[in-house]
């Protein structure tokens, strides 16, 4: 079981028991699916009624948010081209 709430769009989350980080990147309603994409980039979807029975915690964005990116080398993007500063 999480205590991590409602899952949001845009917040980092570990899986407590296998150490998997990952962001959610949709929340559909109509599916009833929460849409995860790894680190590594893999893309994966839950079942919105698993999510509170699941090992999370909130996590923080890793310092090197280009994992999942193909072709881009950390020293290449700024502070200001990560996602998340767009976001708000």
Known sequence: MNETGTPRVGDW????????????VSVDAASGTVQIQSFAG???SIDAEDWPD???VTAPPPEDWTGA???????DVTEDDSPSDRAH
Do not use: H
Request: glycine share 4%.
């Open 69 to 75: 990116l193909e072709d881009v080398e950390p020293d």
């Open 13 to 24: 989350y570990r899986n407590s028991e296998n150490g998997e980080i990952f962001q959610v």
């Open 54 to 56: 699941l090992p999370l």
């Open 42 to 44: 893999e893309l994966d």
